[in-house]
């Protein structure tokens, strides 16, 4: 009988479970003892009841096309990725340290811009960011916590360091998906979670329940809230509708809403207009009112930032956060740190080149065969260009689109990512992996325990992303102290 | 509650109704036609008849034969009235309803969706069609108990039970129109020889046979079956019964204005009817008249509860 392990290859980059094809890390030797103990057609019945289950529970998500927008079933490996819990204190504790310094500087953007000031960071490249809000100068949202809700990218290299990759701040999706995953694992190996002290996650919805709770004005005991959601063609529509369920909040489309002339919002109701105190918005800054940005947008509310800056409803996250979520303030968060927390960062920053700085460009363009180059304000991997995977003409390409927008570009080395086996057609093999913890902010400060490992399904692909043949696992942070 | 919410929840209860129905109808059809001689009034082109549809029908195919009107009624997706179509729109709206009810709500119909799409081809075959529709009907069944049981019993439900009463009526009204047939003065010697197991399927039809005998006490009969199925207020798919429901439900909700009133006279209506020696023509306008009566109630409804995208 063929082993699900045959030729299993750890030399492409660091493998989380396993150190070399016959020896698993202590983290996952558990796991392995019991991966052994199945033959292949038990792995093969597991993998099919998942795919099964993730049909009649509907998980899916919005791909647009041409052919029209199409629901598609949720990509998952049933193989879990480990982390130990003493490795994951450390990252939690940077976490928190890192969304606390983004917020004191979305905090001191939109006031005295001391950062600036004191020399940390050049005006222009506040002066020139896509998602610098002017609107939102001298708001003090409640906490003066303007990221309420973060999703941030960890990558481990060959060091076996976790790096930082982007920290996403405007509208980070994934964790509807984080929470099924562990449902529908505990399905598949409910063996496991016997022997196992696997850290729970699903206290998720509850924890953001309260974070925007607090964000409503101390005198209302029961806040209302609500999911503020494109409609049901956006392609993250599904966990949209999941986490209004899970909190027990009413799920709302914009036309669902209007703004009084008291300047409160309400919402539409069988009962008539009813006030409405939080909103978890996940629209974009664009789309949010027509009467302040896009004045096409039918997606949003007219006159819900004159509500906003009125303090009659918390948004969640705040207009304007996004101006941290740019690749290239990025490169600045570790200063962040020392400045405002007065700390040494915990999570290192990748090594990121700026295009807009003459001496990085050079570099930049005289190793662009090399690096991988970002845009600095997109998401979902588009639009970007990894050297060593690009043809001739497509770094030629690239060299042009930089140097025509330079401050738009930053780059940073090829990292080598680690991977995780994933069943692939009956056996297992190393598949690239990363992960989005997500971060919760508003009184206090809370981190799931581990989050969304994302991985790249394609044989030696580098690219995660669900739009883009990503699939995900679920994530199991395991205390072994007691072993 | 939203408006918007309530004018899903609503609809999904209606198409879920309406598969349910489309699904009893069929099978029993189904069972009658093993019974009756070839050639009798009764074929499979009455089901085209009672979901008013046969111009959609015929200008699609050319007979009202058993492989036609079972792939029309139960899996054409252009046909808007049929179990497929119906089952996808109940789909639809509780996907976009799944803030307000329980999980195993949205996965019990996803599951019944993905179960028929899956099995569309096999209905051609009678032993199939028959597991495909108890399926469908264990489904819808076990759909309404777990509402039941896992949902409190608030504004939302009150409009799940609303639609669902709405559209159960407007199906009896329809069934009833095949009594019309037994009715008629003209019907053939072959007819009248099955009457009996005609007005049995009328019944079967509205889950009332055991209901009926029970209630009744003596053999069946046009008379009896019409008012039963018109007048009692206990069998829950009688008119009389549906109304009652409804009324529950509207008294219940905020904002009723002028409905509660309504529905009274309605069911007052209702009551009045003679269902006694009634001819073919007789019940032919008694059904018209309560087919556009609900449909005024539905319109009464949506202006009252329903987001109206000009309405300020």
Redesign the interface.
């Known amino acids: 009988m063929k082993s699900i392990w045959e030729n299993y290859n750890t030399e492409i980059a660091y493998d989380e479970l396993m150190c070399s094809e016959f020896q698993p890390r202590q983290i996952s030797y558990r796991l392995c003892q019991y991966l052994n103990s199945l033959n292949k057609e038990d792995i093969d019945r597991r993998k099919v009841a998942a795919e099964l289950a993730i049909l009649e529970m509907g998980i899916s998500f919005t791909v647009y096309s041409d052919e029209g927008n199409i629901d598609r079933a949720w990509p998952f490996d049933i193989i879990p990725r480990i982390i130990s819990t003493k490795e994951w204190r450390a990252v939690e504790k940077g976490l928190k340290q890192r969304l606390t310094a983004l917020n004191c500087f979305i905090a001191d953007v939109y006031d005295q811009q001391e950062f600036i000031k004191a020399g940390k960071m050049p005006a222009e490249i506040i002066a020139s960011s896509k998602n610098f809000r002017k609107e939102c100068i001298g708001i003090k949202p409640r906490h003066n916590v303007w990221a309420n809700i973060c999703g941030t990218d960890l990558v481990r290299d060959k060091d076996g360091v976790m790096y930082v990759l982007e920290d996403n701040l405007r509208v980070p999706s994934g964790v509807s998906y984080m929470l099924e995953n562990r449902v529908i694992t505990k399905r598949v190996f409910p063996e496991l979670f016997q022997g196992l002290d696997i850290l729970p996650i699903d206290d998720y919805p509850s924890q953001l329940q309260a974070m925007l709770s607090s964000l409503a004005p101390e005198s209302i005991a029961k806040p209302t809230i609500v999911v503020l959601t494109p409609g049901i063609y956006n392609s993250a529509y599904f966990e949209h509708a999941f986490l209004a369920q899970q909190m027990g909040a009413q799920l709302v489309e914009g036309s669902d809403l209007v703004v009084n002339d008291d300047d409160c919002v309400y919402m539409r109701t069988i009962e008539g207009l009813e006030k409405v105190d939080v909103i978890y918005r996940r629209i974009d800054d664009d789309f949010l009112d027509p009467e302040v940005f896009r004045k096409d947008s039918t997606l949003g509310v007219p006159g819900l930032m004159r509500a906003w800056k009125a303090g009659n409803v918390s948004l969640a996250n705040a207009p304007g956060a996004g101006v941290a979520d740019d690749k290239v303030v990025y490169a600045y968060v570790p200063e962040m740190i020392r400045y405002y927390l007065n700390e040494e960062p915990i999570l290192p920053n990748v090594k990121t080149f700026l295009c807009g700085d003459p001496e990085h460009l050079e570099y930049v363009l005289a190793h662009l065969a090399e690096l991988v180059v970002k845009p600095a304000n997109e998401s979902g991997g588009y639009g970007m260009l990894v050297g060593p995977h690009a043809t001739t003409k497509e770094v030629a390409e690239f060299r042009v689109i930089i140097q025509k927008n330079p401050r738009n570009y930053i780059a940073q080395p090829t990292l080598s990512i680690s991977t995780a086996p994933t069943l692939c057609k009956g056996v297992l093999e190393p598949r690239h992996i990363d992960l989005r913890p997500f971060i919760l902010q508003g009184k206090s400060t809370f981190v799931t325990a581990g989050g969304l490992t994302r991985v790249a399904l394609k044989k030696g692909s580098l690219v995660v992303n669900s739009s883009q043949g990503g699939g995900s696992k679920d994530t199991w942070v395991i205390n072994m102290e007691h072993d | 509650?939203?408006?918007?919410?309530?004018e899903r929840l609503y609809w999904l209860a209606r198409y879920i109704e309406r598969t349910e129905n489309i699904a009893r109808l069929v099978s029993v059809h189904m069972n009658l036609l093993m019974d009756l001689p070839v050639g009798v009034e009764m074929g499979w082109q009455q089901l085209v008849r009672i979901n008013a549809a046969e111009l959609e029908f015929y200008a699609k195919y050319q007979s009202a034969n058993e492989r036609n009107v079972t792939h029309f009624l139960l899996t054409d997706n252009s046909y808007m009235g049929s179990l497929f179509s119906s089952l996808s729109a109940a789909r639809e709206n509780i996907?976009?309803s799944?803030?307000?009810?329980p999980?195993e709500a949205?996965?019990q119909v996803?599951?019944m969706y993905?179960f028929v799409k899956n099995n569309i081809e096999s209905i051609h075959n009678r032993s199939n069609r028959a597991v495909l529709l108890k399926e469908i009907l264990k489904g819808c069944q076990r759909f309404t108990g777990l509402l039941s049981g896992y949902m409190s019993h608030n504004?939302p439900y009150r409009f799940i039970r609303l639609g669902k009463n709405i559209e159960r009526a407007d199906m009896t009204s329809r069934i009833l129109d095949l009594a019309s047939l037994l009715l008629a003065e003209s019907r053939s010697e072959d007819m009248r020889q099955y009457e009996t197991i005609l007005w049995v399927n009328i019944l079967k039809s509205l889950n009332a046979q055991l209901m009926y005998r029970q209630h009744v006490r003596s053999s069946v009969n046009g008379d009896d079956v019409l008012n039963f199925l018109l007048q009692n207020t206990d069998l829950p798919r009688s008119i009389g019964c549906c109304l009652v429901n409804i009324a529950a439900c509207i008294n219940s909700?905020?904002?009723s204005d002028g409905l509660p009133a309504e529905l009274v006279k309605l069911e007052a209506h209702v009551q009045a009817i003679e269902t006694k020696g009634t001819t073919q023509v007789q019940l032919r306008s008694i059904l018209d008249d309560l087919q556009n009566k609900l449909g005024e109630l539905h319109n009464k409804i949506a202006d009252n509860?329903f987001?109206r995208?000009s309405a300020?």
């Open positions: 509650m939203l408006s918007r919410s309530a996907r976009t799944r803030d307000l009810l999980d949205w996965e996803n599951e993905l504004n909700l905020p904002n509860w987001l995208s300020e």
